[in-house]
């Protein structure tokens, strides 16, 4: 059984940091890639940023330079540091999974490209 478990969430004032977590069991964690997504109320799912096989990363234009992606292949972990968060960043969080590797940018952050998901872990970030 797939399963995508997300921690690390939580409120915090601008200019804050966060640390997300995502263990992951029931599948061959180092033949997928893997990204973070949120997702806002009465909004579409947004891709945040992607890791590949390779640890190639991309990252959506909002949070570059401020967030990044990474993975512990031995702990079957995924992680996403949140670096000078603004409140804009408020949403609900989501890791996901999918097998091989994605070639273009719109894949990578699009999740219609991924087969398995968490069910999301909530950050608030203040003014």
């Known amino acids: 059984q797939v399963q995508l478990v997300e921690s690390g969430g939580g409120s915090v004032q601008t200019g804050g940091s966060l640390r997300l977590s995502c263990q992951t069991s029931?599948?061959?964690?180092?033949?997928?890639?893997m990204a973070w997504f949120r997702q806002v109320p009465g909004k579409e799912r947004e891709g945040v940023a992607y890791i590949a096989i390779d640890d190639m990363t991309d990252y959506a234009d909002s949070v570059k330079g401020r967030f990044t992606i990474s993975k512990d292949n031995a702990a079957h972990t995924l992680t996403l540091q949140m670096n000078n968060l603004k409140p804009e960043d408020t949403a609900k969080y989501f890791c996901a999974a999918t097998p091989g590797r994605l070639h273009d940018r719109r894949a990578r952050l699009g999740e219609h490209w991924y087969e398995y998901w968490g069910q999301g872990t909530q950050v608030t970030v203040s003014s």
């Open positions: 029931g599948y061959t964690y180092s033949g997928h890639s």
